[in-house]
């Protein structure tokens, strides 16, 4: 479980307090050999109340002898439940 709480380097959705909990990560090598990160999260209110899901992909490299990001983006899902 990851909770945000510094304001100025995170979401808005940090700022008012959700929690995101990893549901699902899969890793698997780019055409480059990078390793690519992809996912759910689920966003949670402070008060408990499910408020989205978040699929995720994240991209590194090595460089300097250290991991670091290079391109990560989220998509809002529609939670389970909502699904038709």
């Not at 304001?7 to 909990?21: D, L, N, V, Y």
């Not at 990078?34 to 999260?41: A, H, K, L, M, T």
């Not at 008060?47 to 998509?75: C, I, K």
Request: with cysteine; aromatic share 6%.
């Amino acid at each position: 479980m990851v909770s945000c709480a510094i304001e100025k380097k995170c979401s808005p959705t940090c700022r008012i307090g959700a929690t995101q909990t990893n549901a699902s990560t899969t890793w698997r090598r780019c055409g480059s050999g990078s390793p690519e990160s992809r996912g759910i999260n689920h966003l949670t209110m402070p008060e408990g109340q499910p408020m989205v899901d978040v699929r995720f992909t994240d991209v590194f490299v090595y460089r300097q002898n250290r991991w670091l990001a290079v391109s990560a983006q989220e998509t809002p899902v529609r939670p389970p439940e909502q699904k038709p």
